[in-house]
């Protein structure tokens, strides 16, 4: 007999911030689904607290719960995994550690005439007590989810951050299947933890690994608009074996990318550029590698001349209309066109480099 489906949603027993801040070890902050944390701004945090100081309601938690017993969906063998509220959670941790302060124009509601601006919990507790235990023994509003099925619970995460501007790869992250999977693990390698220097906040390095690994299925460069990905992570022909075998070959390439680039190098401060490189690396020998980072510079500081001589001359002149035509494709980054045409002219131009560079 198939196991029963079991999906259901009730209110957690309430429970002050302080119980909450005590227990936050039994609480799973990165489950599959979940976006980044530390999105919020430290002004936005501070509001936080200070809705919850001055006794405003804020939004609804909800929280996988997994205290009936084993699930197989808890991976981490924790009481909780929170699946939506993630940032307000950590605002409030981070104001029980003193991370965090409150906004200079704050101002509280009983008491008006209190200059409390730019105080910590810690400030509160020595001066104003009573200020801090309305933060500590604040209620939070709870909802427990049990679920048997992963699905259930990333269609609760997409439903609820439907109004929220999650982006295509918090969304796709969310999707069960070998390609989310596959592309979070590529994003853990060590080319995205050390080497590029582009914001990952908003999942910006699972999008680009699922770019990758899509290069890889495809075993060609091909479109990455959000519809191809989407497409690429929700297609029921896709083949896990082959999803497996093409991120084995992503990671074994970013492990030479990470050989040939900096750590926080310059040259990956944008996300749309590392499909290319990725690509032009992949076509390299190994005994290219070392020049590789030289040549890109190069090819940097001839786009930027090229530019600033367009700019100063009003466009009539320039140094090679080919770099020109790298700057314009470089604007439609995820185009199959763009990938294509960009891997073409950075191999035009290193042979041209390779031919006139002077070895010393």
Request: hydrophobic content about 40%; cysteine-free.
């Amino acid at each position: 007999m198939a196991p029963m489906d079991i999906f259901r949603i009730t209110a957690h027993p309430t429970r002050t911030l302080v119980w909450w801040y005590k227990n936050r070890g039994q609480i799973e902050f990165n489950p599959p689904y979940q976006r980044k944390g530390r999105l919020w701004s430290q002004s936005d945090k501070a509001f936080l607290v200070d809705s919850v100081i001055n006794g405003f309601d804020i939004p609804k938690f909800y929280m996988a719960d997994f205290q009936l017993g084993y699930s197989s969906l808890n991976a981490s063998r924790l009481p909780y995994a929170i699946i939506d509220g993630k940032q307000r959670l950590e605002a409030i941790f981070d104001f029980f550690e003193n991370k965090l302060v409150l906004n200079g124009d704050f101002r509280l509601r009983s008491e008006p005439s209190l200059k409390l601006g730019g105080l910590s919990l810690k400030d509160l507790k020595n001066n104003y007590p009573v200020v801090a235990d309305a933060f500590e023994n604040y209620s939070l509003d709870i909802m427990s989810v049990v679920a048997s099925q992963e699905e259930d619970i990333n269609e609760l995460f997409v439903r609820l951050n439907r109004s929220k501007p999650l982006t295509g790869a918090e969304v796709r992250n969310a999707i069960i299947g070998p390609v989310s999977d596959v592309a979070r693990d590529i994003a853990s390698q060590p080319f995205f933890v050390e080497n590029i220097k582009f914001s990952v906040k908003r999942a910006d390095d699972i999008n680009t690994a699922t770019k990758l690994l899509f290069f890889e299925y495809s075993n060609r460069p091909v479109g990455t608009k959000k519809s191809n990905l989407d497409a690429f992570a929700k297609d029921a022909t896709v083949q896990a074996e082959r999803v497996e075998l093409a991120g084995r070959r992503t990671v074994a390439t970013l492990a030479v990318l990470n050989s040939v680039f900096l750590p926080q190098d310059p040259l990956l401060g944008s996300s749309g550029l590392v499909p290319v490189y990725y690509w032009f690396v992949r076509s390299r020998n190994e005994g290219e590698l070392h020049q590789v980072r030289e040549f890109l510079v190069w090819f940097e500081n001839q786009r930027q001349t090229n530019r600033q001589m367009m700019a100063d001359t009003d466009g009539k002149e320039y140094i090679d209309t080919r770099l020109s035509n790298y700057d314009n494709l470089n604007r439609s980054t995820n185009d199959i066109g763009s990938h294509v045409g960009r891997i073409d002219l950075l191999e035009q131009f290193y042979q041209q480099w390779i031919g006139s560079r002077i070895r010393i």
